[in-house]
């Protein structure tokens, strides 16, 4: 009987110990964490592409918040933040140089599509993946920008 008991206990302490590994993995979004453009693997259309730009995410299953520093190409200071649910709903934005908000939501497999808008209009769409290996981030920017010009940009961030 003590025996069996103390074979119980062992299963059930195997199993929490699974279970909480098990949760901290699934907690641990792979959008999250440090990533700094790479240049020579971006490409931006219409330019120019900032001078660097580092994005800090902390993403969870239900919200992202962004950060984002940097130097445009004319050498001014850049920076870009909010805080979004994956609702779809619009979140206040701050630095984006022709959007007052954005709506994020999740995508199957893992990726995020957030909008960029102006009074409620989409101006750009951004798609961003991370990499099997969780090593490489890369954001496909659709729209317009503040000339009215098609957006076409495509940019990989290296995790750090």
């Known amino acids: 009987m003590m025996r069996t008991r103390s074979f119980f206990f062992a299963i059930v302490v195997i199993l929490l110990v699974a279970l909480a590994a098990y949760v901290s993995v ?7 964490g440090t990533w700094k453009m790479n240049s020579a693997k971006s490409k931006y259309s219409p330019g120019p592409a900032p001078k660097d730009l580092t994005v ?6 239900n919200h992202i918040k962004l950060n984002a520093d940097g130097t445009n190409d004319d ?10 649910k994956f609702d ?12 007052d908000s954005v709506s994020a939501k999740r995508l199957k497999g893992g990726g995020i599509e957030t ?9 750009i769409t951004i798609t961003s ?13 659709k729209g317009k920008d503040a000339q009215g010009r098609d957006v076409n940009n495509v940019v990989v961030f290296d995790k750090q």
Request: hydrophobic letters at 30%.
């Open 115 to 123: 909008q960029q808008k102006k009074g409620g209009q989409v101006l």
């Open 56 to 61: 800090k995410i902390e993403a969870d299953e």
């Open 88 to 99: 779809g709903k619009d979140y206040p934005a701050t630095g984006l140089p022709n959007a």
């Open 129 to 141: 993946v991370v990499s099997k290996d969780g090593k490489t981030r890369t954001s496909t920017w």
């Open 75 to 84: 050498g001014t200071p850049l920076h870009v933040g909010y805080d979004a």
């Open 26 to 32: 699934a907690a641990a979004d792979e959008q999250s």
